[in-house]
């Protein structure tokens, strides 16, 4: 009922502010019409007064449109001249225009930053009335075009007080990437993404950073429009661990037009979670032409196949109205890149376990772990629609539906882990597998009316959900009553959302433009887990060993939720938002701004931020930004709870199995028996400031640097032992528990970096070269960490353990080097009539290892991967391509230290990543265009 009100308040105040806008007819008084008691206006043909007689015409007038056809749109703010004159115009909101000139032949130049200078010679006599219309082109080599993040005011990515990448569709459909966090990840420098391995549902969800901060740092838009967040809450030792993210992989990759990436926090505009920045997906909206792809390809290693298809197509409804449909299938096969296990099997003795091998016809190999990127079975439908409603208005509406089935496996059970097999079942132990389903959808519709004031309200809705299926294990504690698949249980989060944007362009003569900008904000999140069935979480009666202790409870690799686990949480926020938007001057741009939002659960917030910048001299300008913003902790943050079987480093560095207690915020054993506060929100502040150069149409050069301080900084904690004894005493209802951790506001953080931006183009040789490079230098540093004294008081006897508890070493190591500090790609491509062909050189620089255990410090050296794509166009409807993704089969540095290795079984590190551990990708790609 909250969301109807507030869409019925939404629907009524758009209504009003359209009525209240409604501007007189030219020549019209305000009062004027049916009913109004003034005199009606004359008839066209009435004669005028006699004795007066009107001055002979000493000017002609030039009127006409500017619009940009690649947009399909108006151009607003374009200035129209004539040449040697100080005769100019401004174009309206329809790209409208009128000049008042002398007779005689005039040159009419028309222009806007973005796009291609356009001049027409016309003769003009006095009194004349002339209609000339511009078309002007953007800069496609150059990739510059209208964005729609970072302000509401339209500008181009060249154009922005704040630095804004645009990926195309054609770069895209350079990469032999089939996801789009994949694509993002090789083509965007400040924004990692890389498959996680051996880490539960990490395995599907890959947890993604820009600007070296967390998944959860940044925001991710679709066509404008908050995209909902998983239900997973990363909870395993990978980066981005205590975190919750927007999945982008649920984002079919063929229905998107181009990705902008705001590189600055823009809390303000969009409120909680945009502190690294903002990514927003517009999709496509062409009509009559019929897209079709296929795309195969397979590693180097003979493993991680894939198949995808694509179907794109869009048609008109009525005169001005669309559809468009995208259907995407991807199947992918698992890598593997594990080494042979050397630890012991059956006993304690390797000699006897090789003999025990034999004697079943098995080797070593037979009992590996499969270690790489998860297989996945995934099917995405996405459509987005307009409709005229009046000559200035339209009801838009997208959305998407997905549906992935993956298959990832967890840790080897031995035969000797007598506690976790049941012989009976696994005499050679067995490889569990959580083979989850995933389902995504979301929904938007909405109404945007232009004029004077733009109005934009809308409503989407959003949810994923994600199903534990456990397959090939046990329940060591049922015995042979135990099944060997379980439904572990289902995350669900929803998130609705209900927007009310307003801009009104203010007339004045102190700007060049100047624009207010209001709206509000309607949020309602709910989160849900669901148990497993009771074999998954239950403790049953089957011991081991003499004396005889209980097995292990639960499904082994993931044990269910519990019905205690169990939550169904709602939440609400309002968001109030305003601001100005200005042109002081043709090279002076401004933008001021300020938030205030209320959360049902924990409080309120009041962020702001100012933007700048000006035009220095010739092709050089200067841009700075300055800001606070906030993130609310995830309603994940707040009420997930569980107990998971981790393999965690012991004392001496070797990994072994432990059940771990993941006790929500609110939970007596979290406040009362830890002493961990109530979770309050991240608050950042925010300062850029960069140069860009454009000397011409095909050369773009930007530096932007950064600065991002993080107090209160939302981690999970590092694991509370049963060493210690006060530990051992709260856990001790929890059978087979020896382990807990908890969410807490527990380090702040300064974040600071250089990005770099170049674009050249240039025709040579009868065809088009394009050079690209861009790189990313960031540093992160925990400045703080923040112990409660009320776990102080309680843990206080020994400091440098209770640190290690809260926030250890290995902690740390995930905020600061988990991840490249620098990163860059150096793309060159060179187009020749139906021949084109790129090359790209991707860098990723090192990364760093560091557990509590300070022996096993490991550092894995900076790469240089090469991409390929060749695609030959057969005729106007078929083109097909052949390339690779890390041709030369590059693998990050192997780990060197045996407790990282673990027995001979990760040749590559699964705590930190640079580029995944899968090498090269080759592929073959078709696509059919049919207009």
């Known amino acids: 009922m909250r969301v109807i009100r507030a869409l019925t308040c939404i629907v009524v105040m758009s209504l009003a502010a359209g009525r209240a806008v409604a501007q007189p007819e030219e020549g019209q008084a305000e009062g004027e019409g049916e009913g109004s008691g003034s005199a009606a206006p004359a008839p066209e043909n009435a004669s005028e007064p006699k004795g007066e007689t009107a001055p002979p015409a000493t000017m002609g007038k030039i009127t006409g449109i500017v619009e940009a056809p690649d947009l399909e749109a108006p151009l607003a703010g374009a200035t129209v001249s004539i040449e040697g004159s100080d005769v100019t115009?401004?174009?309206?909101?329809?790209?409208?225009?009128?000049?008042?000139?002398?007779?005689?032949?005039?040159?009419?130049?028309?222009?806007?930053?973005?796009?291609?200078?356009?001049?027409?010679?016309?003769a003009i006599a006095a009194g004349d009335n002339v209609k000339l219309d511009f078309a002007l082109l953007t800069v496609p080599e150059l990739n510059e075009t209208i964005v729609v993040v970072g302000s509401r005011t339209p500008r181009t990515n060249a154009d922005t007080p704040v630095p804004v990448d645009v990926v195309s569709a054609e770069t895209i459909s350079r990469s032999g990437r089939t996801e789009t966090g994949r694509i993002l990840h090789t083509l965007?420098?400040?924004?990692?993404?890389?498959?996680?391995?051996?880490?539960?549902?990490?395995?599907?969800?890959?947890?993604?950073?820009?600007?070296?901060?967390?998944?959860?740092?940044?925001?991710?838009?679709?066509?404008?429009?908050?995209?909902?967040?998983?239900?997973?809450?990363?909870?395993?030792?990978?980066?981005?661990?205590?975190?919750?993210?927007?999945?982008?992989?649920?984002?079919?990759?063929?229905?998107?037009?181009?990705?902008?990436?705001?590189?600055?926090?823009?809390?303000?505009?969009?409120?909680?979670?945009?502190?690294?920045?903002?990514?927003?997906?517009?999709?496509?909206?062409?009509?009559?032409?019929?897209?079709?792809?296929?795309e195969t390809g397979v590693t180097a290693s003979r493993d991680g196949a894939q198949f995808k298809a694509s179907a794109n197509y869009g048609f008109k409804i009525g005169k001005d109205g669309f559809v468009n449909l995208t259907g995407e299938y991807l199947e992918k096969q698992a890598t593997n890149r594990s080494g042979t296990y050397n630890g012991t099997i059956y006993s304690d003795d390797g000699a006897t376990d090789d003999m025990r091998l034999a004697q079943a016809g098995l080797t070593r190999e037979d009992l590996d772990m499969k270690i790489g990127e998860a297989a996945a079975i995934s099917g995405i439908g996405a459509y987005n629609l307009e409709l005229p409603v009046t000559d200035n208005a339209r009801f838009y509406s997208f959305g998407d539906l997905g549906h992935r089935r993956g298959s990832a496996n967890g840790f080897y059970r031995y035969p000797k882990q007598v506690s976790q097999n049941v012989v009976d079942f696994y005499p050679?132990?067995?490889?569990?597998?959580?083979?989850?389903?995933?389902?995504?959808?979301s929904i938007t519709i909405g109404v945007r009316r232009k004029g004077t004031t733009t109005v934009d309200a809308s409503l989407t809705h959003g949810e994923n959900s994600f199903q534990f299926n456990i397959e090939n294990t046990v329940n060591a504690s049922l015995g042979t009553a135990s099944p060997t698949t379980f439904d572990a249980g289902t995350?669900?989060?929803?998130?609705?959302?209900?927007?009310?944007?307003?801009?009104?362009?203010?007339?004045t003569k102190a700007f060049k433009?100047?624009?207010?900008?209001?709206?509000?904000?309607?949020?309602?999140?709910?989160?849900?887990?669901?148990?497993?069935?009771?074999?998954?979480?239950?403790?049953?009666?089957?011991?081991?060993?003499?004396?005889?202790?209980?097995?292990?409870?639960?499904?082994?690799?993931?044990?269910?939720?519990?019905?205690?686990?169990?939550?169904?949480?709602?939440?609400?926020?309002?968001?109030?938002?305003?601001?100005?938007?200005?042109?002081?001057?043709?090279?002076?741009?401004?933008?001021?701004?300020?938030?205030?939002?209320?959360y049902s659960d924990f409080g309120r917030s009041i962020i702001g931020r100012a933007d700048g910048r000006a035009k220095l001299f010739g092709p050089v300008a200067l841009r700075a930004s300055a800001g606070t913003g906030f993130r609310a902790p995830s309603l994940q943050q707040l009420w997930f709870s569980n107990v998971s079987t981790l393999f965690l480093p012991d004392a001496s560095g070797v990994l072994q199995p432990a059940q771990v207690l993941t006790a929500n915020n609110?939970?007596?054993?979290?406040?009362?028996?830890?002493?961990?506060?109530?979770l309050q929100e991240e608050r950042s502040v925010n300062l850029s400031g960069g140069i860009t150069v454009r000397p011409n149409d095909n050369f773009s050069l930007t530096i932007d640097g950064y600065f991002i301080r993080l107090l209160d900084r939302i981690v999970l904690t590092s694991q509370f032992t049963s060493s210690n004894p006060i530990v051992a005493q709260i856990l001790a209802p929890y059978p087979g528990v020896s382990q807990a951790q908890f969410f807490a506001n527990a380090v702040d953080t300064d974040t600071k970096g250089v990005d770099v931006?170049?674009?050249?183009?240039?025709?040579?040789?009868?065809?088009?070269?394009?050079?690209?490079?861009?790189?990313?230098?960031?540093?992160?540093?925990?400045?703080?960490?923040?112990?409660?004294?009320?776990?102080?008081?309680?843990?206080?006897?020994?400091?440098?353990?209770?640190?290690?508890?809260?926030?250890?070493?290995?902690?740390?190591?995930?905020?600061?080097?988990?991840?490249?500090?620098?990163?860059?790609?150096?793309?060159?491509?060179?187009?020749?009539?139906?021949?084109?062909?790129?090359v790209r050189a991707n860098y990723y620089g090192p990364v760093f290892y560091r557990p509590d255990q300070a022996a096993n410090d490991e550092e894995f050296g900076a790469k240089v991967l090469f991409d390929l794509d060749i695609r030959y166009l057969l005729n106007k409807t078929v083109s097909v391509s052949i390339g690779g993704d890390n041709i030369f089969n590059t693998f990050p540095d192997q780990q060197t230290k045996p407790d990282n290795i673990s027995f001979g079984r990760f040749l590559y590190s699964r705590n930190v990543s640079q580029f995944g551990q899968n090498g090269a990708f080759y592929y073959a790609k078709l696509e059919l265009t049919f207009f």
């Open 89 to 122: 115009a401004t174009t309206d909101d329809e790209g409208r225009y009128i000049l008042e000139v002398p007779p005689g032949t005039v040159k009419v130049r028309a222009e806007v930053t973005g796009f291609k200078i356009q001049e027409k010679t016309i």
């Open 491 to 507: 995350t669900t989060f929803t998130e609705t959302v209900a927007d009310l944007d307003l801009q009104r362009k203010i007339e």
């Open 757 to 838: 931006v170049l674009d050249y183009s240039v025709e040579a040789g009868g065809g088009t070269l394009t050079m690209t490079a861009s790189g990313n230098l960031s540093s992160t540093r925990v400045i703080d960490v923040h112990i409660p004294k009320t776990l102080e008081n309680k843990f206080g006897a020994n400091p440098t353990q209770l640190r290690s508890f809260f926030f250890g070493r290995q902690a740390e190591n995930r905020l600061e080097t988990a991840v490249p500090q620098r990163k860059g790609t150096a793309a060159l491509q060179y187009a020749f009539k139906e021949v084109s062909a790129l």
């Open 666 to 678: 609110k939970s007596p054993v979290t406040r009362d028996a830890f002493g961990i506060p109530k």
């Open 188 to 294: 965007a420098p400040s924004y990692v993404s890389t498959p996680q391995t051996i880490a539960d549902g990490s395995d599907h969800v890959d947890p993604a950073s820009l600007r070296g901060l967390g998944p959860d740092q940044v925001l991710i838009l679709v066509n404008g429009k908050r995209r909902h967040r998983s239900s997973l809450l990363h909870v395993n030792g990978t980066f981005g661990r205590g975190t919750v993210g927007t999945d982008l992989n649920a984002i079919a990759v063929g229905s998107i037009k181009r990705i902008e990436i705001l590189r600055d926090g823009a809390a303000t505009q969009y409120g909680s979670d945009a502190i690294a920045g903002v990514i927003n997906i517009v999709t496509k909206d062409s009509t009559d032409i019929l897209d079709l792809t296929t």
């Open 513 to 598: 433009s100047l624009s207010l900008v209001l709206g509000s904000e309607l949020r309602v999140e709910r989160y849900k887990i669901d148990a497993g069935d009771p074999a998954s979480y239950s403790l049953g009666t089957a011991t081991y060993g003499d004396p005889p202790l209980p097995k292990a409870p639960g499904a082994q690799v993931f044990p269910g939720f519990q019905p205690s686990n169990e939550v169904d949480r709602t939440r609400d926020n309002i968001g109030l938002y305003g601001g100005f938007e200005s042109e002081v001057t043709k090279d002076i741009a401004l933008d001021i701004a300020g938030r205030f939002e209320s």
């Open 428 to 441: 050679n132990g067995f490889l569990p597998r959580i083979e989850p389903t995933i389902n995504d959808q």
